[in-house]
């Protein structure tokens, strides 16, 4: 078949006219909220999964279950450095309204709220919570690690005691094990709903609950369009609250714009209500400016490291880590790359450390005398070469630093080559201690000394970036864990902070602000572990 | 029928370009298993874990056989970064990028078919010149500059573009899912206040767009319409007496035609894909983005669902181009 011309035009005209395959009109919508009861965060990340623990989701992720879930009880909340901040020390009930724990630490009695609800109206019950918290340690998820560190191990633990009763039952005494019961992973999920969809090779519910919620908590799922956005409704029916109130904010749309200074203009504009993640470069234009609030609080609970790989020469011996902590420029780096907005964990000149808190300021120094005599010592005279990397996601702040990191360990005579790599690509180096010098960052939900240290200074996990390896601290750190003697606690923890101090197996550097930069009219903004706006305690005034 | 048989003889150009980029996905640095399992305290048997999940612990034969019998089922795999099926997300991805692409592509159009007559009318002179310089510039200015700057002047200085942000306003009801191209749902539906709405969002991105597609549309137009200005036909044209307009529009720029559409099919297809700047620029849900956040973070099969997309777009808007060349010249048809 030819075409010619009087066919193809014929053709043309033909496709236009068909057009329209059935019209279905959309549904009205439900009534309208006012722009003033509508909260609209705009963020750089995505929301890929409504279920926390899913692997391979985003920090994002952890925000929005804590609006959308309710956990067995919660931290309270203090005031810190620059405006309230969540208090690890303080837990309340929120599902659970009394909790009882016994004089041995053992066992942890919950009991559940009367009248409270999950989103479809179905009563929560004991079978409920029996069965979240079994999801919490037996799913293959993000979940099962985490709460290990509090003592969740395996669902033999936890029992149904009463008709609003739950039990959890402790092998030793674990200062975390309480504070594992309020992050997102440990979330209360409408069992009945979940089962429903659940299958025999997923019995948790995994891949639904990825897509769908089943919980009680102050919001309700609206839409969701993974990687672009998810509107929130307020759940009128949530009776978990601070003296039972209603979070103020009746719709909450959480949207993903990509470009920062996009982000920026969106919430100087008065279009979007509130961002935390805007570029640090433009925080202090923001500030001068005058037109939004800003409100900043260092974050305590995280830190900036400059990591030696303490399993790859010459990296393994101290005396080279010594010389190059003394070669950082810490001031310089602090200003470049942060703009000097935020804590600084350096600076510090004891030699035996006052107090057991941490993270803190350390005995780190740009002192390029004493780091040339020690690399001689190390025996490296003439210095060496290595490598420097980062990632991606990171060039903002650390472009600068591994500048100024580059010319002031060259006048050490130490040769750095400056290695910028996609973030999945840097992930994959770092468990297989292949970077022998790099930058990376590091937070803890449950920030108590002990839990750093197991964390970020033993282990052969990922976190671990240094792979340090010292019998010291590894036993310190165990005996810490279940140490109820806050006197013996504390004496472990210096311990293990001097060690940290002399060996250096990473310079912790900084503690960057979180700059939340919100409409002017937006209170209450709250800085919480999990690093993510919490919707619940944002009002307008 | 011609069009099938064509259709025939491009499956194995497709198939290649399926196997290529495969392989070239497992070859890059980085692995999946451990950039997904970054929870707090993953460990080694997490990583395991997912590597499984994943299929990653197979070898790649085998791995590239599952995927071949995926793709022709009609399974191009899960992303993990979107947690959907990647059908599912291409399918809800085109529509945005394929309706500015296509806005963009006639706006430009709209702009340079006249540029191009206009300068090919007078070669060398200022006009001529002026033309040139408007091409380069939109040529040089590298689209994330061109729409920042766009964003800067309409939206934060002067106020009149919409928050440039989606293709809808936020706050606005859910525009009806009738096709995925909002400009026809919402005329179908009779919505012309939403139309106006996704109208204004769709602005800022096109003209971003089409100012960098401008310079081989208009160039090539003026160097067609130089060659056909110069031929015996429009000579003879004119001599008899023809109105100027039907001389250059009716006559001339119809015989000029070819050369710019089989241009416009190139830049059609390299838009659809390569605006992926634009789409971060004004967070635009489209299928650029999609495949270029999924690349950094190691997630195969969005990728290779991509370029499956892409390649088999490109055979089809080859197709179309060609159909066009026989509506365009009669003596031209699909051999």
Redesign the interface.
Known sequence: ?????RQ??QG?LGVAAG????????AP?AA?QT?AE?L?Q?MGG?I??LDPT????TRENFGLAMSTYDRLASFGVKAGEGGPTFDMDNIHGELADKIDRSADGLTYTFHIREGATWHDGSPVTTADVKWSLDRMVSA?S?AP??V??GSHTSPDQYSVVGDRQVQVKLPRPDRLALGNLCIPYAMMINSELAKKNASADDPWAMNWL??NTAGGGAYVVE?N?????VVLRRNETWKNGKGGALPFFKRI?L?????A??RA??V??G??DISIDLAASDVPAILQRGRVKVVSVPQTNAFQAIVFNTQQAPFDNPKVRQALAAALPYEAMFQAAQFGRGRILFGAHWTQVPDAAFPRTMPLNLDLDRAKALLAEAGHPNGFATTFSFA?SMAAFAEPMAALIKESLGRIGVEVTVQKM????I??MV?ERRLPFFTDIG???LPSPDYFFR?YFTG????NYSGFNNPEVNELVQAARFETDSAKYDTAVKRMINIAAEQVPMAMVWQANQDAVMAKNVDGFTYWFHRQVDFRDLKRA | MRVGRRLLASAPALLGVVVFTFLLMRVLPGDPAVFFASGPNAGQAEIDELRRVLGLDKPIPVQLAHYLYDVATGNLGRSMTTGQPVLADLAERLPASLELTVTALILALILALPLGILAALRPGSLLDHGVRLVCSLGVCVPTFVSGLLLIYVFYVVLGIAPDPTGRIDIFAASPPDITGFLLIDFALVGDWEGWRAAASQLMLPAATMALFTLAPLARMTRASMLAVLGSDFVRTARSVGLGRFRVIVVYALRNALLPVITITGIVFSTMLGANVLVEKVFSWPGVGSYALDALLGSDYAPVQGFVLLMASAFVLVNLVIDTLYGIADPRVSIE
């Open positions: 078949m030819n075409f010619n011309r193809g035009l043309l057009g329209a395959i059935g019209t279905t009109i959309a919508e309208a722009r509508t609209r705009v995505i890929n999964s899913t692997p391979g989701g293959r993000l690690p985490q290990a560190s990825k897509e839409t369009r993974p990687g672009q956005q749309i949207q993903t714009v990509p470009e200074s996009t203009s969106l100087e504009r279009d979007a991606n996609p973030d999945s690509q992930s994959t468990v937070s803890a939900w964390t052969a996990h990922r976190w």
